[in-house]
């Protein structure tokens, strides 16, 4: 965190908090890879849920190190044999909508048909955990709450917390928690992911990768990341904050508990003689 001296709406100066955002450039057995806007609290952690989510890897076993020096702003992964067509796999990119970090290797989406999630019989969550979860990241401490400008991403088992993360961009937040839960053997199918970002077609694609069948945004949703998702059998809650939420797909895997309607005041006409009346 860094202190800085601004001026307000008042014409006074004050002195807050802002994210300190640092670059992290990724080499692959000495080969550069991409750079990462990051906040830095969990770099090998991110660089390992990258190369994850970027399908680069397939199991955490192939790494033999991950060192990071921020001296120069570099993160070395060293691999146990390399990586297979590595020029090839990292030369179609698409260029996505992600803060911070937004490219997905265009190989992703000839994939998805590879995700697997469990059915909605086994992977569910009901309205009343739904707001226990809102309730756990509303009393979270966070960085956002102090300075703003970071995105926070955390994964639950029901209304437990498992792990949260805050990063500049949503997907470095993600991809944090993929490099965790791969390294602690962790599985995505009795999970639910939570983000303060909105749900695009790469966070959809990301939340598959992992496993995860429940997604829950406070934010809202693309046309894209809509498709992908009802593709993929994925439940998906946006503008959740509070007791307010839209479910946009995966009606069968939530199980609702409406909240009772309630009537709109009466209008009420006031009628007055000369001038000031109010109807």
């Not at 060192?67 to 297979?84: C, F, L, P, Q």
């Not at 909508?97 to 992703?108: K, P, S």
């Not at 939570?194 to 496993?211: C, D, F, N, P």
């Amino acid at each position: 965190m860094h202190s800085v001296d601004v001026l307000d709406e008042f014409g006074q100066t004050r002195r807050i908090a802002i994210p300190a955002e640092r670059s992290l450039t990724v080499f692959v057995d000495k080969r550069e890879l991409v750079t990462l806007m990051t906040l830095g609290a969990a770099p090998e952690l991110l660089v390992l849920g990258y190369l994850r989510n970027q399908r680069l890897i397939d199991s955490p076993a192939q790494i033999e190190s991950i060192t990071v020096d921020w001296d120069v702003e570099a993160a070395a992964v060293r691999t146990r044999h390399g990586i297979e067509d590595f020029e090839r796999r990292t030369a179609r990119r698409v260029v996505t909508t992600g803060c911070g970090q937004g490219t997905v290797f265009g190989d992703l989406m000839a994939e998805l048909d590879t995700f697997e999630l469990p059915p909605p019989a086994d992977a569910r969550i009901s309205q009343s955990a739904l707001y226990r979860l809102l309730d756990a990241m509303r009393r979270q401490e966070s960085t956002y709450k102090s300075a703003g400008s970071v995105h926070g991403c955390a994964l639950f088992r029901g209304d437990e917390l498992l792990m949260f993360v805050e990063d500049v961009g949503r997907h470095n937040a993600i991809d944090t928690i993929a490099g965790w839960m791969w390294l602690n053997g962790v599985e995505g199918a009795d999970k639910t992911f939570y983000t303060t970002g909105r749900l695009t077609s790469e966070m959809v694609i990301k939340s598959a990768q992992i496993g995860v069948p429940i997604v829950v945004s406070r934010s809202g949703i693309t046309q894209m990341g809509l498709q992908l998702a009802q593709r993929l059998g994925l439940a998906l809650f946006g503008r959740a904050t509070n007791r307010h939420f839209i479910c946009y797909c995966g009606f069968d895997r939530f199980d609702a508990e409406p909240e009772p309607v309630r009537e709109a005041p009466p209008v009420v006409s006031i009628v007055g003689r000369g001038r000031g009346a109010v109807t």
